[in-house]
C-alpha cells in the first residue's frame, strides 16, 4: 500500500532495523503499520496494517523478506521486492513479541503464550511447538543448529533446532530477562536484564564471563555490531551505551533523545551507523563513531508527537485532564452536548511520553507521570494551569498516581513505578517513603475511600495491600500472568484486579477470599473500574468495552475505539475512556453506548483526515 498521506508513525515505533542491501530502514509500530523509512529521500512508505500493534520486524540476510510479530497473535511475512504481504502465520494464542528468520524455507517466533513455535514459511504450517518457557516469551536468536530465548521467567534457554529439547538455561535471575542477542563473531550470548545488567556468556560452554553493570534502570535492547562485536545497550535510565567487545569497558555513549523507544534498537548492517524508533512516530540514526544523531525521517514540521492517550482523569463541571505519548497535558469539556479541548501544556523538563494522571477537584491540583522517571505537579485556578514544580524519583517509568484525600495523609501521592516500588509524595512534592510493594514493575495502584489503605498490582502477577505507614497488608493470589490494573470498589469491600491470563478476578479486601473468576475471552484487558458493589467495567486492547455484572456473572460488550482502550474513569453519572487511537469516548454505563467523543488524532491514514 503507497499512499502520501502515511509521513511517519501515528503510534510509538516498537523496532527499526536496515534492510541489507540496502540503506532503507523497515519499522514496526503501535499504531498496527509496517513501513519502509528511506534517509535519502526522507520518504516515508507504508507497507500495510496488523489488526492490532505491531512490536517488531525482521529481516531475512539477503533483504528479500521481513516478518513482523503482532498482538493481533499472527506474524506476517512482507515481500520486499514486491512490497506487498506474501504470507499471514496463524497459531499463536497472545501477543506475538519476536521471529527470526532461520533459513530461506524456516522460521521461528516466540509470544506471550510461553511458546516458540517454528514454521514452513513455504506455506504456512506449524513444523513444531516448542514448550519449556514458564512465563512469556520475549526474545529469539538463532546460530548453528540452535535457538536462543529470553523472556519473563527470568531464564535465557538454548534450544536444539532439530529435536526442539532444552539444551542449556541460564538462569532463573532475579529479575526479567527481556533481550538477547547472538555474537557469531566472538562466539557469545548477550543478555540484557531488568537490573541494568548485561550479562556475557560464552556459546558453547554457556559460561558467564562479564557482567556489566551499565544501566541504573532495565535494560529493553542489546544488540551487537557486525562489524567488530561491540555491544550496544538501551535502558530506561535514558542511556545508549557502546561497549567493547574486548574489554567490556564503555567505548561510547550516544546523543540522547527525549521521544525514543528504548526497545527499538538496531545496528546498521556495516556496524556504522545505529537505528530505532521513537514514541512520536519518527526514525533515529545516529553515527556511531561520533556517538551524534544524524537524522529524524518522519519528523513533524509544526505539532510534532502523537496524541496517543494513555490515561485520564475526571475534574468538575465535565471538564478532563488526558496525558499521552506526546508527552502534551490537555484539558478539555465532554458532556453530552460539549466536546471541545480547552488547553495544552508541555511541562517544563521538556515533551517525554506520560502515561499517569491525577486530579483532586478540590484543590485544582493535577500530577502526572512521566516516561523518563519524573512527577509533575500543577495546579489549576480557574482556567489557567500552571506547573509548580517537577521531582526525579529514579525508580524507572511511572505507571500510575493517585492523590489521598484522608485526613492524616491529606494531598499526599502515591506513585506506581517500573522500579516494584511505590513513592509516597507529600504535597511539596518531597518524597516521605518508599514502599517495596512488588518485586517487579508496579502496573497501578488505588486507595481506599476511607481507611489509609492502598492497593497494587504488578507485572510478577502479584496484587497486594499496604497501609500508609508502608506496611504490607494482604497479598491476594490467583492470577497467573501480568496483573495490568487494579480497583476498589465504593464500599471498600471489595478488590478488582484484570491481567494478561484473561481474566478478572474479585476478592474480599479483608481476608483476601477469591470470591470470582471470570473468564474474559482471548483478548488482553487493560484497565478497570470497580464502578459499584457489583458492577465492574474493563476495557481491553482490542478497542473494547466490558461491562460485568457480579451478581450473575454476565458480560455485556462493546467496542467503541479502533484501538486499544486504555483507561476507564467515572465522569459524573458516565464514564470517560481513553484510547491509544486518539479519542476520549463519554461511554453510558448501562449500555456502554457512547454519547459523544472527544478526538484529538486519527490513527490510521486510510481514515479521512481529522478535521
Request: proline share 2%.
Amino acid at each position: 500500500m503507497k499512499t502520501t498521506d502515511f509521513t511517519h508513525h501515528r503510534g510509538p515505533v516498537t523496532c527499526a532495523i536496515e534492510i541489507p542491501g540496502s540503506n532503507k530502514i523497515i519499522t514496526s509500530a503501535y499504531d498496527g503499520a509496517t513501513a519502509i523509512f528511506n534517509p535519502d529521500t526522507k520518504d516515508v512508505q507504508l507497507l500495510g496494517y496488523h489488526e492490532h500493534l505491531v512490536n517488531r520486524v525482521s529481516v531475512n540476510s539477503e533483504g528479500t523478506l521481513a516478518a513482523t510479530s503482532s498482538s493481533d497473535y499472527n506474524v506476517y511475512i512482507w515481500d520486499l521486492e514486491k512490497e506487498t504481504l506474501k504470507t499471514v502465520l496463524k497459531g499463536h494464542d497472545d501477543d506475538v513479541e519476536d521471529f527470526v528468520f532461520i533459513s530461506e524455507h524456516l522460521g521461528a517466533s516466540v509470544s506471550r503464550d510461553w511458546r516458540i513455535i517454528l514454521w514452513d514459511l513455504t506455506n504456512g504450517s506449524i513444523r513444531r511447538i516448542i514448550l519449556g518457557h514458564e512465563k512469556d516469551v520475549l526474545s529469539i536468536n538463532y546460530h548453528d543448529g540452535k535457538l536462543y530465548t529470553a523472556g519473563d521467567d527470568m531464564t535465557l534457554r538454548v534450544w536444539d533446532l532439530k529435536t526442539g529439547s532444552e539444551i542449556a538455561k541460564m538462569g532463573p535471575f532475579e529479575t526479567e530477562t527481556d533481550t538477547c542477542a547472538v555474537d557469531a563473531l566472538t562466539q557469545r550470548i548477550i543478555l540484557g536484564c531488568d537490573d541494568g545488567i548485561v550479562r556475557i556468556f560464552e556459546l558453547n560452554t554457556w559460561k558467564l564471563i562479564a557482567a556489566i553493570e551499565g544501566h541504573s534502570s532495565a535494560i529493553k535492547k542489546v544488540a551487537v555490531s557486525p562489524e567488530n562485536g561491540d555491544i550496544l545497550s538501551a535502558a530506561y535510565d535514558q542511556q545508549i551505551l557502546i561497549w567493547d567487545a574486548q574489554t567490556f569497558t564503555q567505548k561510547k555513549k550516544l546523543d540522547s533523545h527525549t521521544s525514543l523507544w528504548e526497545r527499538s534498537f538496531n545496528w546498521s548492517s556495516d556496524g556504522k551507523r545505529v537505528v530505532a524508533g521513537t514514541f512520536d512516530g519518527t526514525v533515529l540514526i545516529w553515527d556511531v563513531k561520533s556517538g551524534t544523531c544524524i537524522h529524524e525521517i518522519g519528523k513533524q514540521e509544526q505539532q510534532h508527537g502523537n496524541q496517543c492517550f494513555n490515561e485520564v482523569a475526571s475534574m468538575a463541571n465535565g471538564e478532563i485532564v488526558v496525558v499521552s505519548d506526546d508527552g502534551r497535558i490537555r484539558t478539555g469539556t465532554l458532556t453530552n452536548t460539549e466536546s471541545d479541548w480547552t488547553n495544552t501544556i508541555v511541562p517544563d523538563s521538556g515533551r517525554v511520553l506520560m502515561n499517569a494522571v491525577t486530579s483532586d477537584a478540590h484543590t485544582g491540583t493535577i500530577i502526572t507521570g512521566s516516561h523518563d522517571q519524573r512527577v509533575h505537579f500543577f495546579s489549576k485556578q480557574n482556567d489557567v494551569i500552571s506547573q509548580n514544580y517537577n521531582i526525579l524519583l529514579g525508580e524507572g517509568p511511572i505507571n500510575c498516581i493517585r492523590i489521598s484525600n484522608h485526613l492524616q495523609y491529606q494531598n499526599n501521592a502515591f506513585v506506581a513505578c517500573y522500579s516494584g516500588a511505590i513513592v509516597q509524595l507529600g504535597s511539596d512534592g518531597q518524597i516521605i517513603q518508599k514502599i517495596a510493594a512488588h518485586e517487579n514493575a508496579v502496573k497501578a495502584l488505588r486507595l481506599h475511600p476511607i481507611l489509609p489503605l492502598g492497593v497494587s498490582c504488578s507485572a510478577d502477577g502479584g496484587v497486594t495491600t499496604w497501609n500508609f505507614d508502608g506496611t504490607l497488608f494482604k497479598e491476594y493470589k490467583g492470577h497467573t500472568a501480568i496483573v495490568d490494573d487494579v480497583d476498589i470498589d465504593p464500599t471498600g469491600t471489595y478488590i478488582a484486579s484484570a491481567g494478561r491470563d484473561f481474566t478478572l478476578k474479585i476478592h474480599n479486601l479483608d481476608d483476601a477470599v477469591l470470591l470470582h473468576s471470570i473468564h474474559l475471552g482471548r483478548k488482553s484487558p487493560k484497565a478497570l473500574l470497580f464502578l459499584t458493589a457489583h458492577i465492574v467495567i474493563v476495557t481491553n486492547y482490542w478497542g473494547e468495552l466490558i461491562r460485568v455484572d457480579l451478581r450473575n456473572e454476565s458480560i455485556t460488550r462493546a467496542t467503541i475505539a479502533t484501538n486499544g482502550i486504555s483507561a476507564v474513569a467515572q465522569h459524573g453519572e458516565q464514564l470517560i475512556a481513553t484510547s491509544y487511537d486518539g479519542a476520549v469516548y463519554l461511554v453510558n454505563p448501562d449500555d456502554l453506548s457512547v454519547s459523544n467523543t472527544l478526538r484529538s488524532m486519527v490513527q490510521k491514514v486510510e481514515l479521512p483526515a481529522y478535521a
